[in-house]
């Protein structure tokens, strides 16, 4: 007879609030106080598994073992991700409606946001030498707004794009939100929703013809397993899919330029050679600011594992945060460290701060690279090719907030390009 282990228990009858309080770090803080790896804990009136370390994501990330239909929470579904978006399939639906997205992502297309990106900052930039100072977040996120929606052939006026990249980052601002940050999402949401939902039907109808190898393109006339096309809202969230996280990647480049802030010993490297210690630089951003907090998925039958039982359905977070900050995968975890990326590829399960996984097949996020290009081509213009100062503010980065940027959202004033 096989022994079987209870998972152990965090105290409380919900501790929705305390994972309020504590956002990324309540998972690796209970583990930290339990001593496991593994508990399960009351949350939004369910009960949830929590796990984090290196086995658990290897676990997390069996696909033969977790589901992600019903995953993602309606208060998420309604802001952040959108209903029946790729995210809450699985199987050989999945399969197909990631391969939609894998080849949006050609080497051929990375290219060109690549020369959107590196276009924009100098167009951008030039403009924000007229002014005192500017908030830079705010900045690059009606930037990466102009970027994104260029690229996926989402035709977009002068006039409109604020607006469109404030609701994009109210729809990103909501999750793990209550209360007005909430409600904001949801409206934004609606709101980007039917926005793009009415270039889908213009895009069938013949009024707008995007490039054949945009987004806007391939979704709109995109079919399914069973040969039909997306429902026009469908298509708005997987269009959106495209759209919303490429604009999310402000906050990365906003982390890029506080970390050169703190960290002024590695202007120089970034400022010699060919550009090569912009990848590693890039990676340690993406491995030690905050951005994804974990990731949930359901058990798909009941299993047992390390003796602990997993029953059909139950909720599983993944710590996405504590894995990326693990000392059993990181030397030195909680130190900002891009030499540690000179002769090291993140795997599939250490380096996640934006899922883990298989990129091809699995739940793995399809623009990752383009992430990581957008960013690189994003620190080399910071570094190589702008000058500014960084006046005297809140730079301090909340945990608690879920997700956060530094406090003042990064004031840069004396801007002026360079001209060697």
């Excluded at 995210?87 to 391969?99: E, F, I, P, S």
């Amino acid at each position: 007879m096989t022994i079987q282990l209870e998972i152990p228990r965090d105290q409380g009858l919900d501790n929705s609030l305390a994972l309020l309080n504590e956002g990324y770090l309540f998972i690796r803080n209970r583990c930290r106080q339990l001593q496991t790896d593994i508990f399960q804990s009351r949350l939004l009136a369910q009960n949830v598994i929590c796990m984090t370390g290196p086995e658990a994501a290897e676990l997390f990330y069996d696909e033969e073992r977790f589901v992600r239909k019903g995953a993602a929470p309606k208060r998420v579904q309604k802001t952040l991700l959108g209903q029946n978006g790729v995210q809450g399939l699985d199987g050989a639906v999945h399969k197909h409606r990631k391969h939609m997205f894998m080849k949006l992502m050609s080497p051929e297309r990375l290219k060109d946001i690549v020369s959107l990106t590196k276009k924009q900052w100098m167009k951008t930039s030039k403009k924000w030498e007229e002014k005192e100072h500017i908030i830079l977040f705010d900045e690059v996120q009606e930037m990466m707004c102009r970027i994104a929606c260029e690229w996926a052939g989402v035709p977009i006026s002068d006039s409109e794009v604020k607006e469109r990249a404030n609701d994009l980052g109210e729809m990103v601002d909501a999750f793990g939100a209550i209360g007005p940050r909430h409600w904001r999402g949801r409206n934004a949401r609606a709101k980007s929703e039917q926005w793009i939902e009415g270039i889908i039907k213009q895009i069938r109808n013949g009024q707008i013809n995007p490039p054949e190898d945009t987004a806007a393109y391939v979704i709109a006339w995109h079919r399914e397993l069973n040969g039909k096309r997306l429902e026009p809202g469908v298509a708005a969230v997987e269009l959106l899919n495209i759209v919303r996280p490429i604009v999310a990647i402000a906050t990365y480049i906003v982390f890029s330029a506080h970390a050169l802030h703190e960290h002024p010993e590695y202007l120089d490297p970034l400022r010699s050679g060919e550009g090569q210690f912009v990848q590693p630089f890039v990676q340690e951003v993406r491995r030690f600011y905050p951005f994804t907090p974990f990731v949930g998925a359901r058990v798909r039958r009941d299993f047992t594992w390390k003796k602990y039982i997993f029953k059909s359905q139950t909720l599983v977070l993944l710590d996405v945060y504590g894995i990326n900050h693990d000392s059993r995968l990181w030397e030195r975890p909680d130190e900002f460290l891009p030499e540690r990326f000179n002769n090291r590829e993140g795997g599939h399960i250490d380096l996640i701060p934006q899922g883990g996984g298989d990129r091809d097949n699995g739940h793995r996020c399809a623009g990752e690279w383009l992430t990581i290009n957008v960013m690189e081509a994003s620190l080399h213009f910071l570094s190589n090719q702008l000058d500014y100062q960084v006046p005297v503010q809140d730079l301090s980065i909340s945990l608690s907030r879920i997700p956060t940027l530094p406090a003042s959202r990064f004031i840069i004033s004396k801007i002026r390009q360079r001209t060697s």
